[in-house]
């Protein structure tokens, strides 16, 4: 599995970034990459889908930007699990 991943706006970058970690996972006889998903239970998972509007709630919920999404799929990468975090206004609540 892979944690951090960092990436400009650029699919030839993304590419060849995760080409490496391809070759290395199979060098090392790896046959499936999960990611990003953190080591511990207190790491993030995943990449956010929407909501981007809003800032991060919680430490343990990732935060990416939106195009991450376009190089992950590009790379192969498909959704395994939907974990799902709602935003409330206390306002609303009274």
């Not at 998903?37 to 939106?66: I, T, V």
């Not at 991450?68 to 935003?87: I, M, P």
Request: glycine share 6%.
């Amino acid at each position: 599995q892979f944690y951090l991943f960092d990436c400009e706006d650029d699919s030839e970058a993304a590419a060849a970034l995760f080409q490496r970690v391809f070759e290395w996972a199979r060098a090392h006889n790896l046959d499936t990459l999960v990611g990003p998903k953190g080591f511990s239970a207190f790491d993030g998972y995943g990449l956010l889908q929407k909501g981007f509007e809003h800032r991060q709630m919680m430490n343990m919920m990732n935060y990416n930007y939106p195009y991450y999404l376009r190089l992950v799929d590009e790379a192969g990468f498909e959704k395994e699990v939907d974990f799902v975090s709602h935003f409330v206004i206390l306002e609303d609540l009274r």
